[in-house]
């Protein structure tokens, strides 16, 4: 089994910046994609970012420019630092582990998920 746990959130002012961790613990999988996704009140659950365990990153449109996803293999840690925060990007964060061959950018390509944290950016 694999555990994830997301750390790092917090209330911060509309332009500010956090950075977001996320460990894994368990299983460890020698390919793999780690991903964050978010989830705002009312809304569904979207893709934010993405790393192949081959340094390949994906992103949302959204977060473009704004946000940095990297890892650390030898620590089983991925992070998300997102830079120029807006009101909009208010969610629950969740940390993600896919060991399925399918679209990083979907909820249903990830078999492992964290407790997500909460990310406030107000106005």
């Known amino acids: 089994q694999v555990q994830l746990v997301e750390s790092g959130g917090g209330l911060v002012q509309a332009g500010g910046s956090l950075r977001l961790s996320c460990a894994a613990s368990?299983?460890?999988?020698?390919?793999?994609?780690m991903g964050w996704f978010r989830q705002a009140p009312g809304k569904e659950r979207e893709f934010v970012a993405a790393?192949?365990?081959?340094?390949?990153?994906y992103y949302a449109d959204s977060v473009k420019g704004r946000f940095t996803i990297s890892g650390d293999n030898a620590k089983n840690t991925v992070y998300l630092q997102m830079n120029s925060l807006k009101p909009e990007d208010t969610a629950v964060y969740y940390c993600?582990?896919?060991?399925?061959?399918?679209?990083?950018?979907?909820?249903?390509?990830?078999?492992?998920w964290g407790q997500g944290t909460q990310v406030t950016v107000s106005s």
């Open positions: 790393i192949r365990w081959s340094d390949n990153t």
């Open positions: 993600a582990l896919s060991t399925l061959y399918m679209p990083v950018a979907t909820v249903a390509g990830y078999d492992y």
């Open positions: 368990g299983r460890t999988f020698s390919s793999k994609v």
